[in-house]
DNA sequence: TTCTGTGATACCCGCCAGGTATCAGCCCGG
DNA sequence: CCGGGCTGATACCTGGCGGGTATCACAGAA
């Protein structure tokens, strides 16, 4: 039984994400015949077809999204090896093995509740070195995911905990940002279906798996982009009650009667075996046990 | 940044599962020269050492640990990825897409709880063909992990459900099993001192992660091996209560007082997207919510 | 000492991944 | 109805590297 060699996979990823043999080459640095013939090459090694070549473009088979799938897991597991052998070799050499643990956050999400666990957790002895690596919107799953953190702090439901372990930290309501000008931000309270539908406040619409879904709203990738347009009246958004500390002058806050809560949970990969995350996960659930400092 | 090639993780896992280019060369059916320039290489690479290569032997580095965990769960990984996709493809025929879901079991364990499942799910409307796929020990988390099954049940402590999603069916106490002969059969109830240093009875050994412990007791791999050294006068076994069911004349079933129990669970890859899937975990936790039949 | 067993080195060869040039079908616009 | 411009597939060549054999360097045991 022949192994997948991580090369096909990714030529095949690649192809599968373009659905287009080209775009898909030049993507991967290469010329567009020979990845033609390695696709080809796996789909007989595979006994099965992948993909439909129809003339101009290509579709997926059923097996073709299983690989893809599955192939997306199976790459993010060969990056995270990587760079976790690295990250342990290279803080290796001191013979005290200082560890040092990558906590992916949303840049400017959770900002205090981050704050209060690198606090407590800088206070504990033996607290390991802590970097902090911030990303945009859903990235953090995927940070967990290829081994570029060590443990998350992940918002569901818009990341999935699916295949990690985890601890909820904390649930809030969620309120809807609008420009400060616009007649609704004049209410009380709103309902999604009041500004679902507002035409000159399309929803602003954020990557998943790395690229955007077509539609009406402008495209955003972080909170400073998106409190950018809001500014500027292009757009409105629905965002957890703590994101008020990033708010502008230029934007109006309002609660909505029917948002599902949104909860941060902080997630880490199942089988971890470190120590220093293990006393990271012991500060975070003794923090949501303890009073939260009013503030 | 280049990116592991599965060739190379492959070639690391088995020497640092042997410890022994050689033997590791063997196995993967080549010569050891290529062999070790292929490992350096992969250091180079890396910029990590793995491997402490001593006169006699050889023995992991901190970040040889973390390559060897992370490149088996990669390599499983890209395993399941081609086993999930030929699967899917050689189902794909019919264009009414006929799926079928594999379950791993532990051979002659929970029987009664799988044939009441199998039964329950046949009796659905759209069911899927099931094949059963039954292992030895503490193998079906290896099933689930590398492709092998789509679904499997697995007994905890003994498997772990980490990086799964799972429900629970059943919780049972455990039974001592022993030589009907011995004189300790005679008892009315064990505790697990009264077993775990009779002399003329060592506990049997099982696999872990594939190679045996060293110990005093024989090696098994299966009930029928248990079964018979039992009925043998060899060893003795803590099982579970259901394991009454394969019990021969020759052996004698005692109550522990002091074993911790031990549940079985059905448990499926996370994110798994498989109606079939869905079906059957449906009809597994209506199954532990309905009264079970007596026997 | 010499023998044995370890992993590393030296050197060679054949295969295959990748390149360039070109083809083959289809959909345009004219 | 025809040619240009897309698409992906084919033909063919070349270089690098993965793998083989032969050998070395070294340490421990008899």
Not at 202 to 220: L, N
Not at 222 to 235: E, K, N, P
Not at 258 to 278: E, F, G, M, Y
């Amino acid at each position: 039984m022949d192994t997948l060699e991580t090369r096909e996979l990714r030529y095949f990823v690649a192809v599968a994400e373009e659905l287009h043999f080209g775009r898909a080459a030049e993507r991967l640095g290469m010329a567009q015949p020979p990845l033609s013939r390695a696709v080809q090459q796996l789909e007989r090694r595979l006994g099965v077809s992948l993909l439909e070549r129809d003339r101009r473009g290509v579709r997926l088979t059923g097996a073709g999204q299983v690989l893809l799938h599955e192939g997306r897991t199976a790459l993010d597991a060969t990056a995270a090896a990587a760079r976790r052998t690295r990250r342990f070799g290279s803080a290796d050499h001191p013979d005290g093995p200082r560890e040092r643990l990558v906590i992916g956050v949303k840049a400017a999400a959770s900002h205090d509740l981050l704050q209060r666990l690198l606090d407590a957790y800088a206070a504990e002895p033996d607290a390991a070195e802590i970097e902090v690596l911030a990303g945009g919107f859903n990235e953090q799953e995927q940070m967990l995911r290829d081994g570029r953190a060590d443990v998350a702090l992940l918002i569901v439901p818009f990341n999935s905990l699916a295949g990690f372990d985890s601890e909820e930290l904390l649930t809030e309501g969620r309120i809807a940002v609008l420009p400060a000008r616009h007649p609704l931000a004049a209410r009380k309270v709103l309902s999604m279906a009041d500004i679902s539908d507002v035409p000159d406040l399309p929803i602003a619409r954020w990557p998943r798996h790395g690229s955007y879904e077509p539609g009406p709203g402008p495209e955003v990738r972080d909170h400073t982009q998106l409190a950018q347009l809001i500014a500027l009246g292009r757009t409105v958004a629905v965002v957890p009650e703590s994101a008020r500390t990033w708010l502008w002058h230029e934007h109006a806050a309002v609660p909505l009667s029917d948002a599902p809560p949104v909860s941060t949970h902080i997630a880490w990969p199942a089988h971890s075996r470190s120590l220093a995350l293990a006393g990271l996960i012991r500060t975070a659930t003794r923090l949501i046990a303890d009073p939260a400092p009013t503030h």
